[in-house]
T-cell receptor, first 114, second 114 residues
Framework: NAGVMQNPRHLVRRRGQEARLRCSPM?????VYWYRQLPEEGLKFMVY????????ESGMPKERFSAEFPKEGPSILRIQQVVRGDSAAYFC????????????FGPGTRLLVL | QKEVEQDPGPLSVPEGAIVSLNCTYS??????FMWYRQYSRKGPELLMY????GNKEDGRFTAQVDKSSKYISLFIRDSQPSDSATYLC??????????????FGTGTLLAVQP
């Protein structure tokens, strides 16, 4: 029974490069949430997606960040032209269709921007 | 003022002690209350989930919600060294079109000494 899968687990990028983070939800889950955990800070909501739809992106920075959850394949969080301040742990969570409040988290991707 | 306040600790207790972890919140629209456990460099693990006010028990864990005081608690009985982790409270609402995005406390670091 696979849980939420995220890859890569660790990602190193130089300033100005692009980072792509992938998330495969638990089987049967159709809702995906992305959160960011900065050092010494709590988890902060970024974006909520269902298949092919962005439902709530109120936590996403206005520039350089985008997310998608295509009909086939994993959800992708994309960060263009990364800066040092993007260094953080990025967590994906998924929930079943009728219980969005119960979210199960993946192991996270730790992004380091040099 | 943060929407969710949580004492960061650290909290150190001897093995076998009863642990009390707490959060306060300001948004009266919150309906769902969760406790997550996060081991170092891992993803948050859902421990307890409560809807509205009341108590919920699961093994050594008891969650309490007092909506009138905007205060939630997690009790751990017979604490074990393996309980040593950061405990995160989280809350959400789908009232008025809200999307159940989780609002987290900053987490309390617990150390159970053998």
């Amino acid at each position: 029974n696979a849980g939420v899968m995220q890859n890569p687990r660790h990602l190193v990028r130089r300033r100005g490069q692009e980072a792509r983070l992938r998330c495969s939800p638990m089987k049967g889950h159709s809702h995906v949430y992305w959160y960011r955990q900065l050092p010494e800070e709590g988890l902060k909501f970024m974006v909520y997606l269902q298949k092919e739809n962005i439902i709530d992106e109120s936590g996403m920075p206005k520039e350089r960040f985008s997310a998608e959850f295509p009909k086939e394949g994993p959800s992708i969080l994309r960060i263009q032209q990364v800066v040092r301040g993007d260094s953080a742990a990025y967590f994906c969570a998924s929930s079943p269709p009728n219980s969005q409040e119960t979210q199960y988290f993946g192991p996270g991707t730790r992004l380091l921007v040099l | 003022q943060k929407e969710v306040e949580q004492d960061p600790g650290p909290l150190s207790v001897p093995e076998g002690a009863i642990v009390s972890l707490n959060c306060t919140y300001s948004n009266s629209a919150f309906q769902y209350f969760m406790w997550y456990r996060q081991y170092s460099r891992k993803g948050p693990e859902l421990l307890m989930y409560t809807y509205s006010s009341g108590n919920k028990e699961d093994g050594r864990f008891t969650a309490q919600v007092d909506k009138s005081s905007k205060y939630i608690s997690l009790f751990i009985r017979d604490s074990q060294p393996s309980d040593s982790a950061t405990y995160l409270c989280a809350m959400s609402s789908n009232y008025g079109g809200a999307t159940n995005k989780l609002i987290f406390g900053t987490g309390t670091l617990l150390a159970v000494q053998p």
